[in-house]
């Protein structure tokens, strides 16, 4: 029974730290490189409002 107890943690703390890092991830690399490539495609008018749209809510969220 502890057995199970103990290694639920862990895998509850393994599930936590992996969203985290995914959400780093995807934040730091995908994100940008998304906007780069709509950039070099010739879709400025599409890239242009997401990266607006995300600075207004990272301001707000900073804030906080």
Do not use: D, E, H
């Amino acid at each position: 029974m502890l057995m199970l107890a103990v290694f639920g943690k862990l895998a509850v703390f393994a599930f936590r730290a992996a969203w985290g890092i995914t959400k780093i991830i995807v934040c730091f690399v995908f994100a940008p490189l998304f906007l780069i490539i709509l950039l070099i495609s010739g879709l400025v008018y599409i890239a242009f409002p997401i990266l607006i749209i995300v600075g207004i809510v990272g301001l707000v969220s900073s804030r906080a």
